[in-house]
């Protein structure tokens, strides 16, 4: 993944695929967000992952 998608790539109407809308991962950034989440994005030759990370608030009983 070119450094320019990676920066642009959470944004709506981004995309690098010929069928693709660039919908899918602004949606996604906007629900993680809603739940004060953050989405990460790592790139090398052949391969990207990204990593979600969404707070968990436990009350004093114990349940979540």
């Known amino acids: ?6 920066s642009t ?6 995309t690098n695929k010929s069928d693709g809308n660039g ?3 602004s949606i996604s ?9 953050t ?5 090398w030759p052949g391969q990207t992952a990204f990593s979600i990370f969404i707070p ?3 009350d004093n009983e ?3």
Do not use: A, C, N, W
């Open 1 to 6: 993944m070119s450094d320019e998608l990676r």
């Open 9 to 14: 790539i959470f944004y709506p109407m981004v």
């Open 23 to 25: 919908l899918g991962l």
């Open 29 to 37: 950034q906007t629900l993680i967000d809603q739940h004060q989440g």
């Open 39 to 43: 989405i990460e994005v790592d790139s």
């Open 56 to 58: 968990v608030i436990q």
């Open 62 to 64: 114990g349940s979540k």
